[in-house]
């Protein structure tokens, strides 16, 4: 598994975690999957702006050097977010 793959699940799984605890707390109203992902932010516009298949782990084998950019982010942080943003995505079409 690569740095960004690595990154990318991170991202995935603490979104996921983020959802689940907030069902857990109240089960009788599931949360939209944009309220793990921060306002402002690279994961907002990629949840915004794409789709799922857009955001899948094989899009994440090379980050884009103008996002980063953009977005003053490292590389890591780059996947971790499109993580986040993927979670939320596919949390939406299983929830909603």
């Known amino acids: ?3 960004l793959e690595t990154a990318w699940r991170a991202g ?3 979104a ?13 109203h599931s949360p939209y999957g944009a309220a ?4 402002n932010t690279f994961a907002a516009a990629c949840y915004n702006d794409n789709t ?3 955001l899948d782990l094989t ?3 090379k980050s884009d050097r103008s996002d980063r950019t953009t977005w003053r982010l490292s590389a ?5 977010q499109i993580g986040v943003a993927y979670a939320a995505l596919a949390w939406d079409r299983v929830e909603g």
Request: charged share 30%; proline share 3%.
């Open 76 to 80: 890591y942080e780059w996947a971790y």
């Open 52 to 54: 799922v298949a857009d």
């Open 16 to 28: 996921e975690a983020n959802l689940r605890t907030r069902l857990a707390k109240d089960p009788e």
């Open 59 to 61: 899009g994440c084998k």
């Open 12 to 14: 995935r799984s603490a």
């Open 36 to 39: 793990a992902v921060g306002d």
């Open 1 to 3: 598994m690569t740095y």
